[in-house]
């Protein structure tokens, strides 16, 4: 069965930057697409985007100057960071698996980690 | 404002059949897959269909999905106290280059 669990940071202050870890289980990172998406009441459910073991990644195009996802094969875990954060960014962040191929993302996710909230303040 | 257009709410009874749509435009629903997902209050979402209407085993073929056009549907049959839920359509678009969401719609079971 496979699990996903995020981690990090809960509170954040203005220009921090935010890093997040999804720690998988049941299945190696050597397949499939690894994915990030957010969600809050006044943006709704955002894709922000996704990193494969083949190197393949892309990132919503709003947050492409501030956003990095990265993988750790050893640890079967994977990464995101968003830099310069501001109170827009305050959402749950959830990180979730792409069934995709070697070739392409299928762009639907299944399963997702529970969640976890954070919240950027000053 | 969401790129795909969702009813904000929806309701029925127990045993009835009810319809959520999602539209969209060429560049989302129109030239690629669309997919749904329940997110029960407080949980994380989970996937109900992909393209349009395949289900993930373990969910109940209650749930169905369609496509027409720019337009996709998610049918649910049957209606049972615990599907109330938000449910959300979702689909990559080949304009703005990124996964678009629906707003949501909120099912209420009566």
């Known amino acids: 069965q496979v699990q996903l669990q995020e981690s990090g940071p809960r509170l954040l202050k203005p220009s921090q930057t935010l890093s997040l870890t999804c720690d998988v289980s049941?299945?190696?990172?050597?397949?499939?697409?690894w994915t990030w998406i957010r969600q809050s009441p006044g943006r709704g459910l955002e894709w922000i985007g996704h990193v494969s073991h083949s190197g393949t990644k892309a990132y919503h195009p709003s947050l492409q100057s501030r956003v990095s996802i990265s993988m750790d094969t050893s640890k079967n875990q994977f990464s995101l960071s968003l830099t310069s954060v501001t109170a827009a960014d305050t959402a749950t962040y959830f990180c979730?698996?792409?069934?995709?191929?070697?070739?392409?993302?299928?762009?639907?996710?299944?399963?997702w980690g529970p969640g976890i909230p954070v919240s950027v303040s000053s | 404002q969401s790129v795909l257009s969702q009813p904000p709410s929806v309701s029925g009874t127990p045993g009835q059949r009810i319809t959520i749509s999602c539209s969209g435009s060429?560049?989302?629903?129109?030239?690629?897959?669309a997919h749904w997902y329940q997110q029960v209050s407080g949980m994380a979402p989970k996937l109900l269909i992909h393209?349009?209407?395949q289900r993930p085993s373990g969910v109940p073929d209650r749930f169905s999905g369609s496509k027409s056009g720019t337009s996709a549907s998610l049918i649910i049959s049957g209606l049972q106290s615990a599907d109330e839920a938000e449910y959300y359509c979702a689909v990559w678009d080949d304009t703005l280059k990124t996964v678009v969401f629906g707003g949501g719609t909120k099912l209420t079971v009566l």
């Open positions: 393209s349009y209407y």
């Open positions: 060429k560049s989302n629903i129109g030239d690629n897959n």
């Open positions: 049941g299945v190696s990172l050597i397949s499939y697409y």
């Open positions: 979730a698996r792409d069934p995709g191929s070697s070739y392409y993302a299928y762009y639907w996710f299944d399963p």
